[in-house]
T-cell receptor
Framework: AQSVTQLDSHVSVSEGTPVLLRCNYS??????LFWYVQHPNKGLQLLLK??????LVKGINGFEAEFKKSETSFHLTKPSAHMSDAAEYFC?????????????FGQGTELSVKP | NAGVTQTPKFQVLKTGQSMTLQCAQD?????MSWYRQDPGMGLRLIHY???????DQGEVPNGYNVSRSTTEDFPLRLLSAAPSQTSVYFC??????????????FGPGTRLTVL
């Protein structure tokens, strides 16, 4: 069975410092992985997705994630945090199935950015 | 395109009442799904559909019904509301019948409180 674990429920950084949001996955086959962001009282927006074409995936707003099969990880990073990055972030794995598959969401990591 | 729309935005129900959460998309997406979001639990899949006339259960289907008579609409019905169904509900749609690497587009959500 596929699953995803976000290792931190809350991360706090100062503006201008690096961001690291950690995600480990479990999958019996090569996974499809995504990061979504949810700003307060808003819907979810896709940040980036791993499609097996490259292990380092670049997304919107300066975020990127590296797929490491040996560590079963897909951590999200950004070199320099901005106040507007404060939001909740979800690591997501796609399952395969007879009916097109499903998305399994991690528990979420809330990112706070201090001035 | 309006994307994915959900109505109502907010709803308060009494235990035992029934209601329907509406979801519509104008992108001609085959795949649609309903999630509920609860604190610390990420998003959990309730029901999904790979096309008109085809629905299947997700992770937490009990207490909810769905139907898909058209490509555009995917309503979620609460048959007899319970306090445990207090949550934020998101509808999403994806191009194609399978998730593949395609992005899921999320609606703005419906905040439901059951007293």
């Amino acid at each position: 069975a596929q699953s995803v674990t976000q290792l931190d429920s809350h991360v706090s950084v100062s503006e201008g410092t690096p961001v690291l949001l950690r995600c480990n996955y479990s999958s019996s086959y090569s996974p499809s992985l995504f990061w979504y962001v949810q700003h307060p009282n808003k819907g979810l927006q896709l940040l980036l997705k791993y499609t097996s074409a490259a292990t380092l995936v670049k997304g919107i707003n300066g975020f990127e994630a590296e797929f490491k099969k040996s560590e079963t990880s897909f951590h999200l990073t950004k070199p320099s945090a901005h106040m507007s990055d404060a939001a909740e972030y979800f690591c997501v794995v796609r399952t395969l199935g007879n009916q097109g598959g499903k998305l399994i969401f991690g528990q979420g990591t809330e990112l706070s950015v201090k001035p | 395109n309006a994307g994915v729309t959900q109505t109502p935005k907010f709803q308060v129900l009494k235990t035992g009442q029934s209601m329907t959460l509406q979801c519509a998309q104008d992108m001609n997406h085959e795949y649609m799904s309903w999630y509920r979001q609860d604190p610390g639990m990420g998003l959990r899949l309730i029901h999904y559909s790979v096309g008109a006339g085809i629905t299947d259960q997700g992770e937490v289907p009990n207490g909810y019904n769905v139907s898909r008579s058209t490509t555009e609409d995917f309503p979620l019905r609460l048959l007899s509301a319970a306090p445990s169904q207090t949550s934020v509900y998101f509808c999403a749609s994806t191009l194609g019948q399978g998730l593949g690497y395609n992005e899921q587009f999320f609606g703005p959500g419906t905040r439901l409180t059951v007293l």
